[in-house]
């Protein structure tokens, strides 16, 4: 895969990654996970692999999804970056429901060999979980 502007460093791929899903193009957001990610669906359930991925994501764009965001924190140690985005999220159910959703996405990247950026690790929950068990 070539290098796309969206992919040149970490942040950008993440802020690529909330301009893809509202476009709706699926294939282009699949394209910026290493094959053998993992994803965190929900709070407690991972899943890896693009396939499963695809499974999630495609649940996620049937809903018209409207995401936005911006990039808190970007910590970098060689090929691999960890990514602070603090998102929000306005989608519509199946059952015709509003959703109004946000947090603190904890996302892991590795440096590809031709110089871009791919998801290895993506928990967009990552940032409310420690919050929770902090307010406990």
């Known amino acids: 895969m070539a290098m796309t502007p969206g992919t040149t460093t970490p942040a950008a791929t993440i802020e690529h990654f909330s301009e893809l899903l509202e476009q709706g193009r699926l294939d282009a957001i699949l394209d910026l996970y290493d094959d053998s990610a993992a994803f965190v669906a929900e709070p407690g ?71 871009s950026w791919s998801v290895i690790i993506d928990d967009p929950y990552g940032g409310a979980r420690a919050t929770l068990e902090t307010d406990a």
């Not at 990039?71 to 059952?95: C, F, H, K, N």
């Open 45 to 115: 359930r991972t899943v890896s692999g693009i396939e499963a991925i695809r499974t999630e994501l495609e649940r996620l764009a049937a809903m018209s999804p409207r995401m936005s965001g911006r990039v808190e924190q970007v910590i970098e140690a060689g090929d691999t970056a960890l990514v602070a985005y603090r998102w929000t999220m306005e989608a519509t159910s199946p059952d015709g429901t509003a959703i109004r959703q946000g947090g603190l996405s904890a996302d892991v990247l590795r440096r590809r060999p031709d110089g």
